[in-house]
């Protein structure tokens, strides 16, 4: 003990992303049918020589990257981070201790002070879009998600992924491609589900929507 490490978790032989939630990891590794328990291979080395592994040595890491995710989804939505960086030190704290200790009232009392009042002022909602393939390393896309189309009616799960992924529905447009599906917080979404919902109701604790588009091998070969 007291020795340097570089602590990393695998599943099935699969590095586990660390900087993105465990709620994540399961959408895209297993689905919506989640084995209990989950059986992961903790590591204590070799996460300098995984390419696609951020460094992790301890708390501070993690901090820094959940409070780095959630400055950047606040900027999404409003233009700017000055909201996320005019809070008090204390209130950082509280929110770092509330994502801690999954205090959602806590956590509420800050994130309040950093969101639009209105759906009309909100410049983008914060959505990551994961697509994952079993043979794949999964890509990961931030594109411009608007809570409201042009005429007003709200901005669906099927609108997002025209405008980001197109391939990943059917020719028509009111479907899923053929193998695809769509998942956050362990559940298949339906397409025309309102991002604005979404947002409001199924975001992390990072303060984004994490879809999870899990696809056919065929879908990411060049």
Known sequence: MG????????????????????GVLCDALVGVEVPVPLDLTVHFRGNSVMSDLLPFSGMADL???????FKQAIFLEVGS???????EKKEHMMLWDAILQSDIKSFSQVEEKLMCSTL?????????????????????????APALRESGAAFTLADFLALAMPPLLSAAGDALAEGVEVLTQGLIVPLDTPLFWLALHASYLDHFVHLIARVPDSFLKA
């Open 120 to 144: 009309a002022e909100c410049k983008s909602l914060a959505v990551r879009l994961h697509i994952w393939a079993p043979a794949h390393d999964d890509e990961v896309l931030l594109h411009k």
């Open 3 to 22: 020795q340097p490490y570089e602590l990393w978790f695998d599943y099935n032989h699969t590095a586990l992303k660390w900087h993105f939630p465990v």
């Open 63 to 69: 901090q820094r990257s959940v409070m780095n995710a």
């Open 81 to 87: 981070a000055s909201r996320f960086m005019r809070l």
